[in-house]
């Protein structure tokens, strides 16, 4: 069965210091990985995916993330974080492309900047 | 953009009401999900639906049943509601036209709580 791990439910860094958030997946296939940000009394949006091709992944308000197939994971970072990008963010797997198939999730880690 | 609404963002019901959440998607999706959110538990799977009339189980569809009788809307119905389905509500619907385009979309939430 395929599963996400995030390690660290919660992280806290200050402002203009480097995002690091963890995530591992298991899959007996190669996965399609997502990053998903959720905003407080928001739902969930994209900040990237990775589906096919280039393992560094750009997305959106300046964060990436790379694909590392021998590790198993698909670590974000930012170089540098804002006060704006304190919320709590998603990594999902999804591994089949067929109609039908959902998300699997993990739990979540909460992201705290300081000034 | 894509627009995915959900019918309420709060709402109080009592322990054996039978509940009704509305999600609305614009984008002619043939996909649509839902999901509960809980702290420490992250995404979880309840239904998903990957056609008109069509509904699968997802990895908690207990006490849950699912309706989607139009394309742009997937309704969840909670029975009888329990104390236990206290929690934060998502919808989503996907976007499928190959693997670059594997996008889902969130609706902002509906907050149960069941008193």
């Known amino acids: 069965a395929q599963s996400v791990t995030q390690l660290g439910s919660h992280v806290s860094v200050s402002e203009g210091a480097l995002v690091l958030l963890r995530c591992n997946y298991s899959s007996s296939v190669p996965p399609y990985l997502f990053w998903y940000v959720q905003y407080p009394n928001q739902g969930l949006q994209l900040l990237l995916k990775?589906?096919?091709?280039?393992?560094l992944v750009k997305g959106i308000n300046g964060f990436e993330a790379e694909f590392k197939k021998s590790e198993t994971s698909f670590h974000l970072t930012k170089p540098s974080a804002h006060m704006s990008d304190a919320a709590e963010y998603f990594c999902a797997v999804s591994v089949s492309n067929q109609a039908g198939t959902a998300l699997i999730f993990g739990k979540g880690t909460t992201l705290s900047v300081s000034s | 953009d894509v627009k995915v609404t959900q019918s309420s963002r709060y709402l109080v019901k009592r322990t054996g009401e039978k509940v009704f959440l509305e999600c609305v998607q614009d984008?002619?999706?043939?996909?649509m999900f839902w999901y509960r959110q809980d702290p420490g538990l992250g995404l979880r799977l309840i239904y998903f639906s990957y056609d008109v009339k069509m509904k699968e189980k997802g990895d908690i569809p207990e006490g849950y049943s699912v309706s989607r009788e139009k394309k742009e809307r997937f309704s969840l119905i909670l029975e009888s509601a329990s104390t236990n389905q206290t929690s934060m509500y998502l919808c989503a619907s996907r976007a499928f036209e190959g693997a670059s385009t594997d996008t889902q979309y969130f609706g902002p939430g509906t907050r149960l709580t069941v008193l």
């Open positions: 990775y589906t096919t091709g280039a393992t």
């Open positions: 984008m002619d999706h043939e996909n």
